[in-house]
């Protein structure tokens, strides 16, 4: 196959030159005398023209072609007549006068039309992936896909950073999610563990001495799926020796700067706005806010603890808060609406979801008779309110009050249009709280992992106060997403071995689990940290889409099922017994 050019990188450049091209046809039409096919690869289309003149012969061969055929042509470029020139084309001012056509290979009449005329069914696109990857607004973001990728290696490369690969077939380690296990044949009775991630081994590598590490590795977690999980994912995984926490933020900074760049004209605002995590919660009720829109959190509790409506002041009372927000311009909702918004509050914890309707006589809500005037006053100057506004309030533990009113922000945001789709707002979180308590297990978890690094003058606070040490952990947030996240690692064995006790981790469990990496810091491990990237979420918002199974080639369903091969599936007997597996009811 002599191809000369891609069909879509043809221009008004090479008419009169003969070339030779491959690929399918994307739609035919027959004019009488002429046949027109516009023939179609990975860079797009261009328009082939067969006409009886120059060849009686290929133009009857050219009744043979369907939709989704994979052709040869060989003809010349040619200027399109007057008047037939399609200027939303990249190839529209040009044509290809065919001169020879081989069919390389039929095809059946697709399920759905590849013209991407109707957006087919996820479940059919996955069914015929290999037909939905045909479509070009599915191969766009595979090509922005690949082009982050190599902006990311260009970067990395320029600094100093190495591309080690680590196993797949790993130890399993409690890391926040389940293992996919694969049973050992040599080792009967044993099973490897999928990695997580390389959190362990790029820990192993900074003690290795080799310094600053990187990969671009797939990772897999035995999770609940949704639109942004899948079993296997990608991560930008890298590594930093000696160094501190502003070191990682600022390098990441000018690499996600250089990238977005590079891979799509985008000048970002530097440096990234920060905010600590109590910062972010307080003001945006999550620790991954979208500034693409204000409506901010207030905190009314003081106003609360004054009044005289009981479900206010007993959440105070309580040592809980009642934060407001403001829905600009929402006071024309109906009762049936409010209703709905109230289902919103409910649905993420609430009891109930209170309003007051701003009016140009003042507060109008069942629940104003509760307060004095100056205290009505007083509310619509905290939530700046102004005739037409709509305030919302919720009075609960602080937990509940920050994922309901979080939540509703968003919903307003997007009912109000406030939330622009082609803007890139992006921020670093940091001084994470480095434990939680767990009421169900009675205990304390690792709010990242256990080999994250408290604070240096928070680590008193371990045998004190624990739910008060922060970490040094900082997570990247891209429009209300959270692209990438690290921290810096425990170096020292004595700091590692205080974390595993407020973990409930006894060290006969350590040394089972983590025994590799407790022995490795005990030679003398350098100071370290590092970062993880989603590339496929990042992609996904890069690219517009709403779900990353769209920027995966051969993705899961929300079951965990490949509908194009049947994965999982059953396999031969013979296989189990020579794992020693046997299945039961």
């Given at each position: ?48 023209v067969f006409n009886p003149q120059l060849s009686e012969e290929i133009h009857q061969r050219a009744h043979q072609l369907r939709s ?6 060989t003809g010349k470029v040619m200027r399109r007549p007057e008047g037939t020139v399609n200027r939303e084309l990249p190839t529209g ?32 696109r996955l069914q015929y992936r290999y037909l939905d990857l045909r479509r070009k607004s599915v191969q766009t973001n595979f090509i ?442």
């Amino acid at each position: 196959m002599k191809r000369t050019d891609y069909c879509g990188a043809l221009t008004a450049a090479q008419i009169e030159k003969e070339v030779t091209l491959v690929g399918w046809v994307h739609r035919r039409r027959d004019h009488g005398g002429l046949i027109f096919i516009d023939l179609r690869d990975r860079e797009g289309l261009v328009q082939v023209v067969f006409n009886p003149q120059l060849s009686e012969e290929i133009h009857q061969r050219a009744h043979q072609l369907r939709s989704e055929y994979v052709i040869q042509v060989t003809g010349k470029v040619m200027r399109r007549p007057e008047g037939t020139v399609n200027r939303e084309l990249p190839t529209g001012e040009v044509e290809v006068h065919a001169g020879d056509l081989i069919i390389l290979n039929a095809s059946l009449t697709p399920p759905f039309s590849i013209e991407e005329e109707k957006e087919p069914s996820e479940s059919l696109r996955l069914q015929y992936r290999y037909l939905d990857l045909r479509r070009k607004s599915v191969q766009t973001n595979f090509i922005l896909r690949h082009n982050l990728s190599k902006a990311v290696r260009r970067f990395l490369d320029q600094n100093q950073f190495l591309e080690i690969e680590t196993p797949f077939l790993t130890k399993s380690t409690p890391e926040g999610a389940r293992d996919f296990l694969v049973p050992s044949r040599l080792n009967v009775g044993q099973f490897y563990a999928l990695p997580q991630s390389p959190q362990l081994f790029k820990q192993i590598l900074m003690i290795s001495g080799f310094d600053r590490y990187y990969q671009i590795v797939r990772c897999f977690r035995d999770e609940d799926l949704r639109a942004d999980r899948q079993p296997e994912f990608t991560q930008i995984d890298l590594e930093m020796s000696f160094i501190e926490r502003e070191d990682i933020l600022s390098l990441m900074e000018e690499m996600v700067r250089t990238v977005l760049k590079e891979v799509k004209g985008i000048q970002l605002e530097s440096p990234f706005p920060r905010l600590t995590y109590q910062e972010a919660m307080s003001r945006f009720g999550v620790d991954k806010p979208d500034l693409r829109f204000g409506l901010e959190l207030k905190d009314l509790s003081d106003i609360a603890a004054r009044s005289e409506f009981k479900v206010f002041r007993e959440a105070v009372e309580k040592k809980g808060l009642v934060k407001g927000i403001n829905a600009k311009g929402l006071a024309t909702l109906s009762r049936k609406e409010l209703e709905e918004l109230t289902q919103e509050a409910t649905g993420r914890g609430a009891k109930g979801l209170a309003w007051m309707k701003v009016t140009p006589e003042g507060m109008e809500a069942p629940i104003a008779k509760f307060f004095k005037p100056e205290m009505l006053k007083e509310i619509g100057q905290r939530l700046e309110g102004a005739p037409g506004d709509l305030l919302l309030f919720v009075a609960d533990r602080e937990k509940v009050v920050y994922e309901v009113l979080g939540h509703l922000r968003l919903v307003i945001g997007r009912r109000l249009n406030l939330i622009d789709p082609n803007a890139l707002k992006l921020l670093w979180v940091t001084d994470f709280p480095l434990l939680e308590y767990d009421e169900t297990e009675k205990r304390y978890v690792a709010m990242h992992h256990p080999f994250t690094s408290p604070m240096d003058e928070d680590i008193p606070l371990l045998a004190t106060d624990p739910l008060r040490a922060r970490a040094k952990a900082y997570d990247i947030v891209l429009n209300g997403t959270e692209i990438g996240g690290g921290s810096i690692r425990i170096h020292q064995n004595e700091v590692q071995s205080k974390m595993f006790d407020l973990l409930g981790i006894t060290k006969e469990e350590a040394e089972a689990k983590f025994g590799f990496l407790l022995q490795a810091l005990q030679y003398g491990a350098p100071p370290h940290g590092g970062i993880a990237f989603g590339l496929d979420r990042l992609t996904a918002i890069l690219a517009g889409v709403d779900s990353i199974r769209d920027v995966i080639a051969f993705p899961k369903t929300q079951k965990g099922i490949c509908l194009m091969t049947n994965a999982p599936s059953e396999v031969d007997p013979r296989q189990l017994k020579d794992l020693h597996i046997k299945k039961t009811e």
